[in-house]
């Protein structure tokens, strides 16, 4: 059986020093990492996670904690955080559960606290809730995707920005009569960033002098959901918004599918503007905002793997781009005396 000491020999290296290339214990320089690890593969060598364990106080394993995995921007996130982790050679172990449930506060109050990682990525906490706060008091390094907090590092979008900009996109093309589709009341089925995105829309519409028109449509953010709310808000004729700004991606395909089913042509009836740019935002043709979270996941690795290196340094927050994509769902309004 391959072990540590024949990695060393093949490398030419100290069994000391191929140690803390493969597990990232210490200082090595690029290019002996480099030999250390073209020797273990080479060799087929896998260091046994107990052993390893035992010798560097680490378990090699990052805890994810998310509110779900069905939904397309979780799905994205998961796949470029379990992609960084696995080239930095590190196991995954998944904590699901839905945000305001029970179940999410037993694990966040017990079954973490029985477990060993050598860090937690922890994706849209909900500040309110104080789940940060009780992540740091289990000491070990953290990461929060979403929201933005003094003492741990982060990667977020800023969302108030990118519904702000969206909106702006809609008031720039000649729009008043804009609806928000989103914003669920009930707070625990709000989450933080749809919050601070019907905070961006409200700016820009404030800023514009369209205080007086801002409107904001209830409905949980899937297809189906805004389906029917935006149904439901596009058969009154006489009150029917030129343009949505909707809160994710997915609200916006629900809006422009229930614009399909009642005849209104987007967008020279109704435009509509989403942020994501969800897999499906280039088939419906969707203008949207877009971010990345393969690329959010990939970055939160590399700041838990910089934390889990130096406990101490000052905490780091990534700003993530979020860019407009002007595709083929938004326009200007028609002018249309007997609308």
Not at 127 to 140: D, I, M
Request: hydrophobic share 45%; charged share 25%.
């Amino acid at each position: 059986m391959t072990g540590i000491i024949d990695v060393a020999l093949r490398a030419g290296v100290a069994k000391s020093t191929a140690s803390r290339a493969l597990s990232g214990n210490g200082y090595v320089s690029a290019e002996t990492r480099e030999r250390v690890e073209r020797a273990a593969r080479e060799l087929a060598y896998s260091a046994h996670s107990s052993a390893s364990s035992l010798a560097t106080g680490r378990t090699s394993t990052v805890g994810v904690i998310m509110p779900t995995v069905d939904r397309w921007y979780f799905a994205e996130l998961l796949n470029g955080i379990q992609r960084a982790l696995v080239d930095d050679g590190l196991d995954l172990s998944l904590y699901g559960a839905a945000e305001g449930s029970t179940e999410r506060a037993r694990m966040l109050n017990h079954a973490l606290a029985g477990r060993r990682f050598d860090g937690i990525i922890a994706v849209c906490l909900q500040p309110g809730a104080h789940e940060l706060e009780r992540l740091e008091g289990t000491g070990l390094p953290l990461v929060s995707v979403g929201p933005y907090t003094g003492r741990a590092d982060t990667v977020t979008i800023d969302d108030v920005a990118a519904a702000r900009v969206a909106t702006e996109h809609l008031i720039d093309l000649g729009h008043e009569e804009i609806a928000f589709l989103g914003a669920v009341p009930d707070a625990d089925r709000f989450s933080y960033g749809e919050r601070k995105r019907l905070d961006g829309y409200v700016q820009a519409m404030t800023a514009a002098g369209l205080g007086q028109r801002i409107r904001v449509v209830p409905t949980p953010s899937t297809i189906p959901e805004a389906f029917a709310t935006a149904a439901a808000l596009l058969a009154d004729r006489r009150r029917r918004p030129t343009a949505i700004a909707a809160v994710c991606d997915e609200a916006a395909v629900g809006a422009m599918l229930a614009a399909q089913r009642l005849g209104i042509a987007v967008p020279s009836e109704l435009s509509v503007i989403g942020i994501d740019d969800h897999r499906y935002a280039a088939m419906f043709s969707l203008t949207t905002i877009r971010q990345s979270p393969k690329e959010q996941g990939a970055v939160a690795v590399r700041l838990l793997r910089a934390r889990i290196q130096d406990p101490d340094a000052e905490p780091e927050h990534v700003v993530a781009p979020a860019i407009l994509v002007a595709r083929a769902s938004t326009a200007a309004p028609r002018l249309d005396p007997a609308r």
